[in-house]
């Protein structure tokens, strides 16, 4: 009871944020010239009649995708950091822990609130570009359910590695440091994607590990395939090949299985290091 209890005062504590009020502006206009840019391809390929249009919707809706998951990326890593770090420095923590409550029950009940923040954020404002990708060139991914969960779990695990750097330094510090993490992963996703079409094992190797070493990449990319027409793979198969928006192949249960576990290893060290920290 008192993780749920805690959870729901994390959940209450995100929202009442200024961070959630810059969410939704950059939110609402993304969402906005997305909508402007698919009424351009509508008008520019006359619906989706042909498969450079659909190819075009795939490419775009990714793309306004990748804008959602860095706007979930850079608020969930700001909000995990003030979570522990500033109340440790606040002094609040210490008040909290005065009472019989564990540790442990305090970090997990704020990882739960803001994983429900974060998926509540991906699930609207995915949902949303959608329905715009429906409504202005008639697109509709195969898979979008699927999508947004894939994007919801890369934002679970960027945000367990914020608790993890909060309960270690700053909490300004902390998104920063999960925000350039987030980044250099993605760069490292595109340049092992350019090794696997050149030829070149070292920079496909670069691609390799970096997605087990952080996952978020490797999430995305999962979501990529899932919002793309599955005809698109047959048609323009060259057009993938290192393409940093589309992709060619969807994610292995073993490697949604290791996402799980990289994020529960995290957690768990995350418990660990605020147990053993002075208040």
Known sequence: MTVLTIASLTLQEASRRKVLRSLAVLTVL???LSAWGFTRIDATFGGLTSGESRLAAATVLNLVMFGLSLISA???AFLAGPTLAGEIESGIALAMMTRP???SAVLVGKWLGLVAFGSGFVAVAGLAQLLIVRTTVGYWPPQPF???ALLAAQTAALLTLGLLLSTVISPMASGIVSVGLFGATWIAGVVG???EVLG???LAQVGTVSKMLLPTD???RGAMHA??????????SEAFEGHPFLSQTGLTPTYVAWAAIWTAVVLALSALAFQRRDL
């Open 30 to 32: 993304l969402l906005g």
């Open 146 to 148: 699927l999508g947004l």
């Open 101 to 103: 409550v564990r540790r």
């Open 218 to 220: 490797g999430l995305w």
């Open 200 to 202: 070149n094992a070292s």
């Open 227 to 236: 919002f793309q027409d599955p005809t698109l793979l047959s048609q323009f």
């Open 74 to 76: 850079l608020g969930t």
């Open 193 to 195: 994607a350019v090794g």
